[in-house]
Every structure is written in structure tokens, then in C-alpha cells.
């Protein structure tokens, strides 16, 4: 398992220099250590021969299996210092970067409620670096949006909530109470960085592109105040769901006509015998918590005030039959009363 935990350094990094220094370890002996490996398993997995070295046919295929067998090997250590400890131990759960304060303490105390004694250890992370810990055993549970790769995975009840588009409050399309994707078209367009979460990154330039909106330049920014200060000084609108865009009085939040995009997001955990009894509890415990965030936001005007029940302000709906969220449970998963 050394060896090829070296390997899949190596592989990551296609330098044996810069694999070392990742290592903490000398060169020589990391070079050695990989020809040993090949020898014993009769191929070579790097190519050698150029400048930069690559992987070989067999090098690509050990990568996919070392990974899957450090993965389990990882998950099998937690198990057994669970057994050994006399219990399940804490539950490490992600969540993404943007939960709010009040999402995070519901969570805790939904926890404390429902499986007293039970140790959250609550981390901030982005949803791909969720599935990497999912997968290497960092992570026992983790809030990831959708879509995302789930195999190995199994998925908790989903919410769903449909955004609308932030945009500068001197903006034409802001007298608007909805506007259609198909509008936008010449806008520059504030997005989150893809390496947070690609799928959900590639579906909302998918849906845009069919709509006809077509960004006249793509700039990201990892968190709402800086999203929020790009719209305000003009370079470019946003796709949120409301509350943030309510923090800025200078920018406006609209519906988008025909609700083309949707955030879903769900727990994840691991599918085989080593997943933490509370993963799944935790998972349909955060679809509650975020259904309960979602009803209890209240609807605002144009000036930030709380709008009048029932009545439309051309910014948000107030009427509970047009609240932009739903909750679909997944197959298999326990509804709760």
C-alpha cells in the first residue's frame, strides 16, 4: 500500500522533483520505490523517455484502481478505530461554503436532539473537495449540489430551490418582474469558480446556452460579497436565490421567467459497510433543516422591507403556492411526518 500510495503521488503530479517535496521525502528513494513497484507487477508505468514524464497504458489503468484500494484502505482504518474506541465515533460532516449561521446551528441542534452525545464535526468545503474526502475517507457525510458523480455514493432527500438573476438596481431589466434567460444576452455573467462544483457550473452555462444567453465574459467569485460587488460596480449579473441579493440595496433580484435554473443539493455518504451510522440520519435531518430555511425566508420589497402577505412586489412572491423550493426524496429514502 506504500508503494502505491507513492505512485499515485508520482501519477498526480507527472515530477518525481515535485512528488518528493510533496512527500517530505528525498527523490532516489521515491524513484527506487516505483521501480520496485513496476518490477513487481511486471510493466512500466511511466514513460520516461521525454523531458516531462507521462503515464503508460498500464500506468493509467493502476491510477483508477490505487486510488479506489487507498480509498477503502482509508475506510477500513476509521472502521476499525471506531470498534476500538467502542462506538461510531464523531461524524465528520461537509457543508457547503455558503450555509448560513442559521443552517449550521439548526444542524447542530437537530443533531444534539435527535442522537444525544453524538460529536458533529462540522467542515466547510466545497463540494468537490467533499466527493475527494467522501472517497478517501475524510468526509463521513457531506451537502453536495447536484449533479455530481455518485458512484460509491448513496443520496438523502433533495431540496430544490429555483434561482433568480442579480443585477445592478439602475438596470433597465430591473423595472421587470421577471426577466427571461434569453434577456441577459450580452451581460458578463459572476459565477462561483468551477472547482467548487463542476457539474452544477456546467449545467448553468448548459441551460443558459439552450435559453440564449451567452455571456459576453465569464468572472467568478468565491463568495457573495465579492459577487455582489462585481454586480454592483457593472461587471456582470448573478444567479442566486434571493437572500444574498437582499444584503445590497444598490442591486435587484428578479424571478426568472419560466424557472430554467434549479440548485439541488443533497446529502451524500459512502454506499459500503463502512459508512457512519449517523450519515444517512444527518443527510435527511439536513433536508429539514434547509425546507425549514427556505419557508421561514421572508419576502421583501424592493427597499428591503418584509412584503405584504399574499401580494406580489415584482421582486418576490410572498404567496406560499409560488415559494421558489421543493423537496424530492430520493429512492429509498424514509419520509418523515
Known amino acids: 500500500m506504500r508503494h502505491l500510495r507513492l505512485f499515485v ?8 522533483s515535485r512528488a518528493a517535496d510533496r512527500l517530505g521525502m528525498a527523490q532516489p528513494p521515491l524513484s527506487q520505490a516505483v521501480r520496485r513497484l513496476e518490477k513487481e507487477l511486471g510493466a512500466e508505468l511511466f514513460d520516461r523517455a521525454h523531458r516531462r514524464i507521462g503515464l503508460t497504458a498500464a500506468g493509467v489503468v493502476l491510477l483508477d ?24 465515533g464523531a461524524l465528520r460532516a461537509g457543508v457547503p461554503p455558503d450555509t448560513t449561521a442559521a443552517v449550521l446551528s439548526a444542524l447542530l441542534a437537530g443533531c444534539a436532539e435527535r442522537s444525544p452525545g453524538l460529536s458533529v464535526d462540522l467542515r466547510e468545503a466545497t463540494t468537490e473537495e467533499q466527493m475527494r474526502l467522501l472517497a478517501s475517507g475524510g468526509l463521513d457525510v457531506g ?15 433533495e431540496v430544490s430551490v429555483d434561482l433568480g438573476v442579480v443585477l445592478p438596481r439602475t438596470s433597465p431589466l430591473a423595472r421587470l418582474s421577471e426577466v427571461a434567460l434569453g434577456e441577459l444576452s450580452g451581460h458578463d455573467l459572476v459565477l462561483f469558480p468551477r472547482a467548487h462544483a463542476p457539474g452544477w457550473y456546467d449545467r448553468i452555462l448548459d441551460v443558459c446556452r439552450g ?27 448573478a444567479f442566486d ?13 428578479r424571478p426568472l421567467a419560466g424557472r430554467p435554473l434549479t440548485q439541488r443539493l443533497s446529502g451524500a455518504w459512502p454506499a ?50 409560488t415559494r421558489p423550493w421543493s423537496v424530492v426524496y430520493a429512492e429509498g429514502a424514509v419520509r418523515r411526518g
Open 211 to 237: 435559453e440564449g444567453f451567452v455571456p459576453g465574459r465569464l468572472r467568478h467569485a468565491s463568495n457573495s460579497e465579492f459577487l455582489l460587488a462585481l454586480v454592483t460596480a457593472g461587471h456582470g449579473i
Open 241 to 253: 436565490q434571493g437572500p444574498v441579493a437582499r444584503k445590497e440595496p444598490r442591486v435587484a433580484w
Open 272 to 321: 459500503d459497510h463502512a459508512a457512519h451510522p449517523a450519515a444517512r440520519p444527518f443527510a435527511e435531518l439536513a433536508a429539514d433543516v434547509l425546507t425549514r430555511d427556505r419557508i421561514a425566508a421572508p419576502s421583501r420589497d424592493d427597499r428591503g422591507r418584509p412584503a405584504a402577505p399574499g401580494r406580489a412586489d415584482g421582486a418576490h412572491l410572498a404567496d406560499e403556492s
Open 143 to 157: 451537502l453536495v449540489h447536484q449533479p455530481v458523480d455518485v458512484t460509491g455514493l448513496r443520496l438523502g432527500p
Open 65 to 88: 484502481e490505487a486510488r479506489e484500494l487507498l480509498a477503502r484502505e482509508e475506510r477500513l482504518r476509521v472502521l476499525a478505530r471506531r470498534a476500538g474506541d467502542g462506538g461510531p
Open 9 to 16: 503521488t508520482v501519477a498526480e503530479e507527472l515530477h518525481f
